[in-house]
């Protein structure tokens, strides 16, 4: 892509087809002059003197229309906007033809059609935003769900670009202190001691690997959530997934064991998208067959972001006990759970306090079930992911690469080796989170990003 910031660009900001109102965006360095031809304000004293942003109400008269089109324009006379650049909005009745009329009239007057994503990559250019919260921009738009969406916004928040540019500057200073050191090599000098220096680094490099290991996570590929329901067999593990997908895909039986290898299903919980799982159930190993599929559910278990134990409220003391054990070396393994107590139509214990009760013969505890596990879920470590998937997927190699290139600084330190090469190291590590943040780019990386965009954005 092309940035051609000489010319002024203009494109519909807001979604295509008919709304109450749409938004036309415009950006460069002639949008004063470009409004002035075509814009009549109602008030052209405060227009012409306008020298910051300001909410303008007037008309813009189209060609072969008799009446004016009422509209009102925010005006950035300066560089403070957006873009960086002098820059404007059009408000104005959401009607896709008006909307196509006015875009007309602009471009007479002498602005170009946006590119994709044009706007953003002028953000970036003049430096308002990073190229972390240009990523944040396509993934507020593009969220599937909330979570998405918390992800999104925060990262366009520039908290993880913040953090970044900490070590980003820590490892500045850092080197700067090696170089000084080789500058007054024959002199008795420490600017910084090892101690202190092999402090620094640590923090570098757990903060590098914390992103690493977020950016390599599955949520990072737009996958949802996995919540796997588990239990001892006949729990009405099957019949809860039925419920919860609101179809038949699982075969239900009153034998134990009905279930050899898991399913998985989509599932919406509230505005949340997950993975449904639904596992054959937990007891002793009795055969080959019965082997491979408690592989499978025990595979299922260790990767899943929320575990549904299932606990039947009409099983027997021992019963109980057996399911008490296997809850609890989930617990053990710190696994994320919530307790459900199936048939609840059959409740002996009165006392279930610690379950989520659910019947699928009269549909009780269903709902409180699917909010529970939106609240678990959005709560969860998971659910605070730092990094989109688009970025995760743009940085891995550069996080990995940075953080190889610390722990080989903290390496040669400790080993007391010379400060040359504990620099040459550093600035390995410089250049790849110059690289995530966007301070050193390509043009073919900057078409990957932006040619994702819609137009006007």
Known sequence: MEALLHETIAAAASATGSGLRAVIRVSGPETKALLDDAFEPDRPEEWRACRSALRHSGSIRLPETPTPLPVHVLLWPNARSYTGQPAAEVHMVGSPPLVEAVLERLYLAGARPAQ??????????????????????????????????????????????????????????DLADLEAGLDFVDE???????????????????FLARLL??????????????????????AGKSTLFNLLIEDHAAIVTEYAGTTRDYLRAPCKVGRLAIELVDTAGREPIR????????????????????????????????????????????REKRANCLRVATKADLAQDPDQSSFIAVSARNGTGIDALRTAIADRLLAAPAAGQELLGSTAARCRDSLRKALEAVERARALASQGAGDELIALEIREALEQTGRIAGRVYTDDLLDRIFSRFCIGK
């Open 213 to 234: 290991e977020q950016a390599s996570g599955r949520w990072h590929a737009h996958a949802a959530p996995s919540v796997v329901i588990a239990g001892l067999p006949n």
């Open 287 to 330: 055969n080959e067959l019965h082997q491979a599929a408690q592989g499978a559910s025990e595979n299922a278990l260790l990767s899943a972001d929320l575990i549904l134990w299932c606990t039947p409220s009409d099983a027997s003391q021992s019963s109980r006990a057996e399911d008490e054990r296997f809850f609890a070396m989930l």
């Open 116 to 173: 994709a994503g044009e706007f953003t990559l002028r953000a970036f250019l003049a430096g308002r935003i990073d190229l972390l919260q240009a990523e944040a921009v396509l993934g507020v738009i593009d969220a599937p769900d909330d979570a998405w969406l918390r992800t999104a916004l925060a990262q366009l928040a520039g908290g993880v670009s913040g953090k970044l540019a900490e070590i980003h500057e820590q490892l500045l200073i």
């Open 188 to 206: 008795d000098i420490d600017f910084v001691s090892r101690t202190e220096f092999a402090a620094r680094l640590a923090a570098a490099a757990d």
